[in-house]
């Protein structure tokens, strides 16, 4: 096989992850569903082969299992999966700040708080969307100069997982609100020098599922009561 064709497989495997993932996000293909290889190739018009690279990149991502000799499986996201994802976010992410401390100036905390007024704007302006974006923006400002790209992968994993299973794109402004004001105390330690109170406050506020256990129920388990998820 020649570059070119090296390069045009690798192309069609990342427009059929984007498919797979699009259709998973929309929940057209519902968590706990089984993923038919051969329908699905025949669908998309392409042969098995990107379809099985796409998979298996999913798999590593947690959004789907294989099943040697039973099938290809959606994940569910359950309330003990998201738990455990802002434990570990909380934990990395507190790590990321430590790394970068030498690398959190005047002018990048400034920035951090430049956005975090932008993520305010975009509430008031009912603009989920850009409210995402702002919000992960400003935690990857410190979560790069960390420069540890495990890490940083494995984080990014992780918030895919969250963001992309909700059962409906649902905006609580009490919790976009709560995480603006959180986002402004993660500041204002940095601006005061105290990193390591910084970092304890994302590990034990910001990603603390028990502190945001709430918002948590609202926006995964909308119309379930808390103790019924709990049970």
Request: aromatic share 10%; net charge neutral.
């Amino acid at each position: 096989m020649n570059e070119k064709n090296i390069i045009n497989v690798k192309s069609l495997k990342e427009l059929v992850y984007d498919y797979l993932r699009e259709q998973i996000n929309k929940h057209n293909i519902q968590p706990g569903s089984a993923i038919n290889m051969d329908a699905t190739a025949k669908k998309l018009g392409i042969s098995k082969t990107p379809l099985r690279d796409a998979l298996i990149q999913l798999e590593m991502e947690g959004f789907v299992t294989i099943a040697p000799r039973r099938g290809i499986f959606v994940n569910e996201l359950t309330l003990e999966d998201i738990e455990n994802f802002y434990q570990v976010i909380g934990a990395l992410e507190s790590s990321a700040l430590a790394n970068a401390v030498e690398k959190l100036t005047d002018s990048v905390i400034q920035k951090m708080e430049v956005l975090n007024r932008e993520m305010q704007q975009a509430i008031e302006r009912d603009n989920f969307s850009l409210f995402y974006k702002k919000n992960l923006k400003f935690h990857n400002f410190f979560i790069d100069l960390s420069k540890n790209d495990h890490l940083i992968r494995i984080v990014n994993n992780l918030k895919k997982r969250l963001y992309d299973f909700p059962p409906q794109k649902i905006w609580i402004k009490e919790w976009e609100l709560s995480s603006v004001k959180e986002h402004q105390e993660i500041v204002d330690f940095l601006k005061q020098g105290k990193f390591q109170e910084a970092g304890n406050y994302i590990h034990g506020v910001h990603w603390s599922s028990q502190v945001q256990h709430s918002f948590i129920m609202k926006y995964y388990f909308p119309g379930k009561s808390e103790a019924g998820k709990k049970e």
